[in-house]
């Protein structure tokens, strides 16, 4: 009895000693079929999980990032109206291809009795429960889902050492000397591997709290700027070249689209049938987020016209103080976020498939120099592809069309395969709309976004 005591004192301590933020990240890892959240899964109290209101505010945490910052641009690629039409239809869409995976999981979760179930596993387990033909390809299709999530969140960094070093260079440019942005990202090498070499999840909590005071006042500066001396909305154009749209589409899906946060924040509730539904959790802090995203990328547009750049901070006012302190607010917001946007990525390397295949006592030496490989390589990749708006487009557009609307058609066509697809088949045209949206949207994003890339950033440059 007094040892049951004892072991019940220390989950309770671990709980006290698990933060808000550490169950949070925790939970992600556990979504993404981490090891590493251990603590996140280990045998805490109900009470140590999200409340609705913890839940609703950390959904629309996820919300404001870097992709907000480029909607502005994707309306300029769009025109307002159809903007203004597409990222509420797009967005909805998403929503509830998101909703549908999210069931499928919860279902699979509960037939196999997995308490924290991952995106890998689920589309392996869907795909095993589906057409005999294609039962072979689970396994191959659970290692895809790890690559799209390793390429994303590497995509990510790229694109954030490609911001980060814009900023630097705006500021520089002004108060010092102008030199190459290139340049820049040489430089912020070393102390990104640095924040990146931080193996405990525990101590990036605080990196997470600070990249996110940085983000909602940034947001609050750029916004009073945005909403001051609008010109003439005729001179607006509310359509663009339709060749335009697929830089839309990655655009919007990179700014809304948080496959593996959403996945972990419905397991981490304290009551986990309030997330999804009508008025649930997810919906509610979402049509504020897509509200905000499509507000934010009209006036933008409006304010700035066809001179909209790829960052809206590009076009804030060089000289006054304000837009100055924004640029250095989400420069140092999106330093901090780094090291957590790659972890998921050295997560799911090391620990799903290099460490299980190193002897003892050389894992620590080798896990250091895999971090550092992945900051040399994001650096490279920025060096190489400088252009913030086209290497987000490529990310939302390659990895998020899988990850969010093909791969959750794939997991709802294999597991309604045997329970049937309701009258006329409805449920397997909704199933195939998923997985033609993503082709079509995945396809025609990537395509166009590579060719701009290689136009504008040859490998091979033409003398």
């Known amino acids: ?88 239809a797009l967005s909805s869409f998403v929503l509830y291809a998101m909703h549908i995976l999210l069931q499928h999981i ?35 299709c659970g290692y895809l889902v790890d ?25 520089g440019d002004i108060h010092l000397w102008p030199i190459d942005e290139r340049l820049y990202m040489a430089f912020i090498a070393l102390p990104l591997i640095i924040t990146f070499l931080v193996r405990d999840l525990k101590s990036l909590v605080p990196f997470a709290l600070t990249s996110n005071i940085f983000l909602f006042l940034g947001f609050f500066l ?14 607006l154009h509310a359509t663009q070249p339709l060749g335009h749209f697929p830089l839309f589409f990655g655009t919007v899906l990179f700014a809304i689209e948080s496959v593996g946060v959403i996945l972990a924040l419905g397991r981490n509730m304290r009551t986990p049938e309030d997330f999804l539904g009508p008025c649930g959790v997810l919906n509610r802090a979402m049509i504020v987020v897509i509200t905000f995203y499509a507000l934010f990328g009209f006036f933008g547009y409006w304010r700035y016209g066809q001179d909209t750049a790829n960052s809206i901070l590009q076009n804030l006012p060089e000289k ?26 050295v997560d799911i390397i090391w620990r799903n498939y290099l460490e299980p295949a190193l002897e003892e006592g050389s894992t620590k030496a080798v896990e250091f120099l895999v971090r550092i490989a992945l900051v040399i390589a994001s650096v490279l990749v920025a060096i190489q592809y400088p252009d913030f708006g086209l290497l987000l487009s490529f990310v939302g557009s390659f990895c998020l069309a899988q990850l969010g609307l ?11 395969y045997e329970e049937g697809y309701g009258p006329g088949r409805i449920l397997l045209f909704r199933s195939m709309l998923f997985i033609l949206m993503g082709l079509a949207g995945g396809m025609t994003g990537t395509v166009v976004t590579l060719r701009t890339l290689h136009t504008r950033y040859p490998v091979i440059k033409r003398f």
């Open 1 to 88: 009895m007094a040892r049951k005591q004892r072991k019940l004192a220390s989950h309770r301590r671990l709980d006290q000693e698990l933060s808000f933020h550490q169950r949070l990240l925790g939970g992600v890892q556990k979504s993404f079929g981490s090891p590493l959240a251990y603590q996140a899964g280990s045998p805490l109290a109900k009470d140590s999980r999200m409340s609705d209101l913890e839940t609703f505010i950390n959904v629309l945490k996820c919300g404001f990032g870097t992709g907000c910052l480029a909607m502005p641009r994707a309306f300029l690629y769009s025109g307002w109206l159809i903007g203004l039409i597409s990222t509420f």
């Open 106 to 140: 919860n279902a699979l979760g509960s037939q196999y009795k997995i308490p924290m179930i991952s995106y890998r596993k689920a589309v392996e387990l869907a795909l095993s429960s589906g057409h005999p033909r294609f039962r072979f390809l689970s396994k191959t």
């Open 147 to 171: 690559v799209l999530l390793c390429a994303y969140h590497f995509g990510v960094d790229c694109v954030y050492v490609v911001f980060i070093a814009k900023s630097l260079k705006h500021l």
């Open 222 to 235: 750029i916004l009073s700027y945005l909403l001051r001396g609008l010109p003439k909305f005729e001179e």
């Open 320 to 345: 006054e103080f304000l837009p100055q302190l924004v640029t250095g607010m989400f420069a140092l917001a999106i330093f901090f976020s780094y090291a957590l946007q790659g972890y998921v990525t």
């Open 406 to 416: 093909i791969l959750p058609g794939i997991v709802d066509l294999c597991v309604r």
